[in-house]
């Protein structure tokens, strides 16, 4: 079992940035696929971006293709989401999702797939 807990989320105002950092406890981090989300009250989970096993690969929404990179450091057991030109509709609780994958390569946007998940973090972004 992995333990996910997020950090770095808070106050900004349109066009700054924010970092999220994911730490995770547990079981070897070099065995889970990771993904960041986000939700807001009354929608639905959104997908933002995915990195495979080895870190190789990542996957993005449109919605935040160009502004967001995550990125993971297996050795700190962690995985990260910058988050660039941030905009007032980036306001939301970010959720990091972790689960073991057998493939070193392969990413996963859907929120199905991830069986461990961080308290998540608040960014509030005014304008």
């Known amino acids: 079992q992995v333990q996910l807990v997020e950090s770095g989320g808070g106050l900004g105002q349109a066009g700054d940035s924010l970092r999220l950092s994911c730490a995770a406890s547990?079981?070897?981090?070099?065995?889970?696929?990771a993904g960041w989300f986000r939700q807001t009250p009354g929608k639905e989970r959104e997908f933002l971006a995915a990195?495979?096993?080895?870190?190789?690969?990542?996957d993005y929404s449109d919605s935040v293709k160009g502004r967001f990179t995550i990125t993971r450091d297996n050795a700190a057991n962690t995985v990260s989401l910058q988050m660039n030109s941030l905009k007032p509709e980036d306001t939301a609780v970010y959720y990091c999702?972790?689960?073991?994958?057998?493939?070193?390569?392969?990413?996963?946007?859907?929120?199905?797939?991830?069986?461990?998940w961080g308290q998540g973090t608040q960014v509030t972004v005014s304008s």
């Open positions: 999702a972790g689960r073991d994958s057998v493939y070193y390569s392969e990413t996963y946007s859907w929120g199905n797939f991830y069986i461990y």
């Open positions: 547990g079981r070897p981090f070099t065995d889970y696929a």
């Open positions: 990195i495979s096993r080895n870190g190789r690969n990542t």
